[in-house]
């Protein structure tokens, strides 16, 4: 009698919220990420926009170059399952959290000393204001992953969503660089690679708060 009254229960429950469709859920991801991918440009407009100031136009294209291969590779990491049903393995995703921002700093440290004076210090310019750029630039992206992603992962959400966090630090940081024309290596720690490092531990927590499949 238990048994009937809860697969009762159980039926009445998904004709009141029924699934979506394959296509309903393809088509409502396409819209969330391509809000995700626009909403940073429009700021990044509203601030001023792409700024080549003193940087050779190579120097510009070298350094975006590398970081949007970067963010590509970061995302890769971030959304791959490497052919497992459970997603990649938690070493992949650390490994590949822990990796991008240094190879960010690395990039854009090597292409600014190929110019000279790219990469000597600006005076006034530590690094905060592409510090808070960064973060509000990747706001919008990461909120996107997590609510595409939401109680997915039920083997490492936390690595899982350090991976998101720093795939969405990686765009931003992209974003940035067009912005900003300062290759001070201590700027671009400060400015560029600190703030993708804090998006990998807010991750984290996004993670452990979203990602997971929690009982209810």
């Known amino acids: 009698m238990q048994s009937n009254q809860l697969k009762a229960r159980i039926f009445q429950a998904v004709q009141q919220q029924p699934a979506p469709t394959r296509a309903q859920f393809a088509r409502r991801t396409a819209i969330i990420l391509a809000v995700a991918i626009v909403a940073p440009v429009a700021e990044l407009v509203l601030v001023g926009g792409v700024r080549q100031g003193p940087r050779p136009l190579s120097l510009v294209l070298g350094t975006t170059g590398g970081g949007v291969a970067l963010a590509l590779a970061a995302a890769w990491i971030a959304f791959g399952r490497g052919g497992q049903t459970l997603g990649r393995a ?127």
């Open 90 to 216: 938690r070493v992949w995703l650390l490994s590949g959290a822990a990796a991008m921002p240094a190879l960010l700093v690395i990039w854009k440290a090597v292409w600014s000393m190929q110019f000279e004076g790219m990469a000597a210090p600006w005076v006034g310019r530590p690094g905060a204001r592409c510090f808070g750029l960064t973060l509000a630039l990747a706001l919008c992206p990461l909120l996107a992953l997590a609510v595409v992603r939401r109680s997915s992962d039920p083997a490492h959400p936390r690595s899982g969503g350090a991976a998101l966090g720093i795939a969405a630090g990686m765009y931003a940081a992209v974003m940035v660089d067009l912005w900003c024309p300062v290759g001070d290596l201590r700027h671009v720690l400060l400015g560029h690679a600190l703030p993708v490092i804090l998006l990998g531990f807010v991750g984290i927590w996004i993670g452990h708060r979203v990602l997971s499949i929690r009982r209810r």
